[in-house]
């Protein structure tokens, strides 16, 4: 199987689940999304992304928007719970940006992640209006900080060895 992982990485959380997962696929490429080659030629494109504002970032997402007639997986990090309803939200965006160029999702892996110092400060900066900092978001982005770690990596190279099984099955 001839893979390409691509991603955007703005702490190191994506990049690091994306090349924990490459593992699973002898020879794969992996490229962070600047430098990424056209998708021809590859049996399985997988996208990892950080998530911003509900969405795969704005890099992820204009080139998960130029893919046309691929098998796709997707990774995700986050600050929030990944079996939240946010989380869930998340998914559903990042593959609605596939839609209506005979894509294929085999799926979709997210994972906490460490928020971007800076995202912080600026959430606070925004104070009880859109998000406030209660103690659970602080328990919640002290969690998150000890993120991604070996199990979510095992845990991203388990979905991708499920994916490959989906593709064979």
């Known amino acids: 199987m001839k893979a390409l992982i691509v991603y955007s990485s703005r702490t ?8 924990a997962a490459a593992e699973v ?3 794969c490429d ?3 999304v600047g430098d990424a080659p056209a998708p021809d030629g590859y ?4 996208v ?8 795969p970032d704005k890099d992820a997402a204009a080139y998960l928007e130029r893919l046309s007639g691929v098998r796709v997986a997707l990774f995700g990090t986050l600050g929030a719970w990944p079996d939240s309803d946010h989380a869930r939200e998340c998914i559903v965006k990042g593959e609605a940006l596939l839609e209506g160029r005979n894509n294929t999702v ?9 928020v971007d110092p800076r995202i912080v400060e600026m959430m606070q900066k925004m104070g009880d209006k859109v998000h406030p900092m209660t103690e659970e ?15 979510d990596c ?13 593709i064979a099955g």
């Open 12 to 19: 190191g959380n994506t990049e690091k689940i994306c090349r």
């Open 25 to 27: 696929i002898p020879g």
């Open 30 to 32: 992996v490229f962070p």
């Open 43 to 46: 049996d399985l494109v997988g």
């Open 48 to 55: 990892g992304y950080w998530v911003d504002k509900g969405m």
């Open 106 to 114: 085999f799926g979709t892996f997210l994972c906490q992640g460490k």
């Open 137 to 151: 978001r602080k328990a919640r982005l002290a969690e998150a900080a000890k993120h991604p770690d070996e199990n």
């Open 154 to 166: 095992e845990n991203a190279r388990a979905f991708l060895r499920g994916v490959l099984e989906r």
